[in-house]
Nanobody, 126 residues
Framework: QGQLVESGGGWVQAGGSLRLSCEAP????????MAWFRQAPGKEREFVAA????????NYADSVKGRFTISRDNAKSTVYLQMNSLKPEDTAIYYC???????????????????WGQGTQVTVSS
């Protein structure tokens, strides 16, 4: 925890777009599976998207499929979450996560993840 730093959150109107970034200062996560989670007020944390170390494979929650895109730039030790067609229900704190052993499928469970960011707030107004 604390090894990942999210940025890019903010306020946007419904239908708008935001791009979140997650950086890993101080160490390399090039071979780690990386993922995004979010937690809305009064709700449990939920999986959003994951990407393999090679960026060949991705996994998306049904709620964001077709609207969000996860990508990574290993040279920059950065993972991105491009969010389009945002809805008010997308409002949440978004967290970046990374793990050296989990797959893009198992990391979606949200358990036994080695590294987490502090989160960045995304607010979508109607």
């Amino acid at each position: 925890q604390g090894q990942l730093v999210e940025s890019g959150g903010g306020w946007v109107q419904a239908g708008g777009s935001l791009r979140l970034s997650c950086e890993a200062p101080g160490r390399s996560f090039s071979t780690y599976v990386m993922a995004w989670f979010r937690q809305a007020p009064g709700k449990e944390r939920e999986f959003v998207a994951a990407v393999s170390w090679s960026a060949v494979s991705t996994n998306y929650a049904d709620s964001v499929k077709g609207r969000f895109t996860i990508s990574r730039d290993n040279a920059k030790s950065t993972v991105y979450l491009q969010m389009n067609s945002l809805k008010p229900e997308d409002t949440a704190i978004y967290y970046c996560a990374a793990d050296p052993s989990l797959t893009i499928w198992t990391i979606a469970r949200g358990a036994r993840i080695t590294y987490w960011g502090q989160g960045t707030q995304v607010t979508v107004s109607s």
